[in-house]
């Protein structure tokens, strides 16, 4: 723990949900949920009008939309995120070269490494003030919720204090008092099995685990786990920031739109995503030791078992040989009767180096793939909601809805007033999906030009924390805690599902309607 509040904790503010309201002007000061819109859809971010609602990340769309039925519900725009995204980042790297992202929407930064004349409160406090406001201009109005602290745990903490648009800074010699009357699971780590771990010892609150001594924390909940509560819980955190993460693993996962029951077809579907990981490592020159399956149950429950490797594989019949495995191990130990929403495989433990002898070389005949009847539905193409679209004579605008081969668009910007709504047939040929121009990077993904709606898709998160779509799984997102989560980990990075109704919804609405119904 430092001496003075030197590290910076900024994140930007329901940030998906933030960046529609800032381009579509209509639904500014209105509720926006942005995730998977379908039947088996889920909240990736709920902008603070929707959240008065109860509406919340992770949530079901299904019951977002019983909760806020007037809200605008929308698919995902990772083009105009990554935009923003970027030029926050680059605002940030212009302060102090140690820049740590934890994902597109907020980061910390060391200020010991900025030019500021000090590190005292009252320095620290005006600069933090004037960033915010940087940000805000360069973004066009987004807002950063922005934390100072002695550690990185201190900064994340004080960023959620004064949420939206707030500034928290936490002056040295306070941090215990600030973390006392917390609930434990403000603590990274203690998520809902812990808790309640916790709560059958008599631990609820950060005072409670301060009172527990290193020894019985270990008894409850592990060695790893217990020295680290034991050392947050007393606000003692070294971690520095680090401008370059590792990456930490390579996964892909889908959600389906039937409930999956039948073991020989999630074995074949685990094979395909272990073939898709494969060619990621390859891609990037890396292997990997720990192969994970991770499954969400019909109910939400998610399960993750994992296999370490004696070395490191990038071999699509080694990963799905372990894959399916996992899920023998886990059909053995759980009720999975009720049905499988989601199956994810990664690779973690990463290395950029193979043992090509592990079993048996590398000039075995590849393992084919299972072959299996896959979930079907039937493929068409699709006008999701929220959709950058053009008109040859009405110029820019967005899908406001779609069904019954009739698309309909309200025509603005963020740099117009809010603008007419006009329908159209889905096949009108002046009506295109509007894509912005190349990125400087080639390898920084663009989103699809023409999204087209399977039954589901599967996300791809890359060894680099990007996200592609590859294939067929996923109807709905799998955001965590309001927008993405960490660079790279297993299956946190989820790309924002799409529409795959067949309703109109929207169609009958007047020009002057307040947003969508889709």
């Not at 960490?486 to 790309?495: H, N």
Request: net charge negative.
């Amino acid at each position: 723990m430092r001496a003075q509040a030197s590290v910076l904790h900024l994140d930007l503010d329901a940030f998906f949900a933030s960046v529609e309201q800032r381009d579509k002007p209509s639904l500014r000061g209105k509720p926006v949920v942005v995730g998977g819109v379908g039947g088996r859809g889920v909240v990736s971010t709920a902008s603070y009008e929707a959240r008065v609602f109860g509406v919340h990340s992770a949530m079901s769309t299904r019951e977002a939309r019983t909760r806020c039925p007037h809200a605008a519900f929308l698919t995902g725009r990772f083009h105009a995120y990554r935009e923003a995204s970027g030029v926050v980042m680059g605002l940030l790297r212009a302060v102090s070269p140690l820049v740590e992202p934890l994902s597109l929407d907020e980061a910390f930064v060391d200020l010991e490494r900025a030019d500021l004349p000090d590190l005292e409160t009252p320095t620290v406090t005006a600069f933090a003030q004037r960033l915010r406001q940087e940000v805000s201009a360069a973004t066009g109005g987004l807002t950063a919720s922005v934390g100072l602290g002695t550690s990185k745990f201190i900064a994340k903490v004080a960023s959620d204090l004064d949420k939206p648009d707030g500034l928290t800074v936490v002056a040295p010699g306070t941090e215990q008092e600030l973390l006392r009357p917390m609930k434990a699971t403000v603590i990274p780590g203690v998520g809902p099995a812990t808790a309640e771990r916790l709560r059958r010892a008599g631990i609820v609150t950060v005072a409670d685990l301060e009172a527990v001594s290193a020894e019985e924390l270990v008894r409850i909940v592990g060695r790893s786990h217990g020295t680290g509560l034991w050392h947050l819980a007393r606000a003692l955190d070294d971690r520095p920031v680090v401008a370059e993460r590792e990456a930490k693993s390579v996964s892909v996962e889908g959600t389906y739109d039937t409930d999956l029951t039948d073991r020989r077809l999630m074995e074949g579907l685990l094979t395909r995503q272990a073939g898709e990981v494969a060619a990621r490592l390859v891609k990037h020159g890396l292997s990997g030791r720990t192969i994970t399956i991770k499954v969400r149950l019909h109910d939400f429950t998610t399960v993750n078992r994992s296999s370490t490797l004696p070395s490191p594989t990038d071999t699509a019949g080694t990963i799905a040989r372990v894959a399916r495995s996992l899920l023998g191990d886990l059909l053995a130990s759980a009720d999975l009767s009720g049905g499988v929403r989601l199956l994810g495989v990664g690779v973690s433990g990463l290395a950029d180096w193979v043992q090509e002898d592990l079993f048996g070389g590398t000039d075995a005949e590849p393992e084919p793939e299972v072959p299996v009847d896959l979930p079907t539905m039937r493929r068409r193409e699709t006008w999701p909601p929220g959709l950058d679209v053009e008109h040859d004579e009405m110029g820019r605008g967005w899908v406001w809805g779609s069904g019954r081969g009739v698309v309909t668009v309200r025509f603005e910007t963020a740099e117009t007033p809010a603008g007419p709504v006009r329908s159209y047939a889905a096949d009108d040929p002046q009506l295109h999906a509007w894509l912005p121009p190349e990125p400087a990077d080639p390898a920084d993904p663009v989103e699809p030009a023409e999204p087209v709606g399977p039954a589901a898709r599967d996300t791809v998160t890359d060894a680099d924390g990007s996200t592609d779509v590859a294939g067929e799984s996923a109807a709905d997102s799998t955001g965590d805690d309001g927008e993405v989560g960490e660079v790279g980990e297993v299956g946190e990075v989820g790309e924002v599902g799409e529409d795959t109704g067949d309703d109109a919804s929207g169609l009958s609405a007047p020009p002057d309607a307040p947003g969508p119904r889709a």
